[in-house]
């Protein structure tokens, strides 16, 4: 059977401003971070890679949750919620090494367009930014070819990150 696997290549350049990572993790290393934040200067850091979106086949990472009756007569899949957890990449084909995951969840929230509302998170799970995350909210209009998703935040390397997902 074969997978059908759309490639959404977003050459996800994300674009972040993140401060230095904290030394430690305890509470104590933690307060004093945010101590000297004022005296911080931003971080900008530009990522590249593959976000590998299988929606059939016998191992989805993109999975209808739930959808009303009526989304079956809408061209905009209008109120389909969905799951992923998608494997991010280095490069376009599928089996480029991995660095992380996609996962969270979208809907369908436009009648007149592909739009999708998308709150999900980047878990890298290799290379210099193991085990931090980032976070992703905003909407997607999916058939435009330039798009842009709020970077909302983050974890460990990218704490209080902000920036753009495009």
């Known amino acids: 059977m074969e997978k059908k696997l759309t490639a959404i290549s977003l050459l996800c350049s994300i674009v972040l401003i993140a401060m ?7 509470p104590t290393e ?35 949750i739930a959808a009303p009756n009526s989304s079956v007569q809408s061209p905009t899949l209008f109120g389909l919620i969905a799951a992923i957890d998608d494997p991010l990449t280095s490069g376009p084909s599928p089996n480029s090494s991995a660095v992380g995951r996609a996962q969270g969840l979208f809907a369908s929230t436009s009648l007149e367009e592909i739009g999708y509302h998308m709150t999900f998170n980047i878990v890298f ?17 999916f058939t435009n070819k330039f798009r842009e998703l709020p ?6 390397v990218f704490r209080l990150a902000q920036g753009r997902h495009c």
Not at 125 to 141: D, E, M
């Open 151 to 156: 970077v909302v935040g983050g974890s460990g």
């Open 125 to 141: 799970t290799a290379g210099k930014y193991n085990g931090s995350t980032l976070t992703i909210a905003g909407t997607n209009p």
């Open 30 to 64: 933690l307060k004093n971070w945010y101590k000297n934040l004022p005296r911080l200067k931003p971080k900008i850091t530009e990522l590249h890679f593959y976000l590998q979106d299988i929606v059939s086949g016998p191992n989805p990472t993109n999975v209808p």
């Open 20 to 26: 230095p990572l904290v030394q430690g993790s305890g």
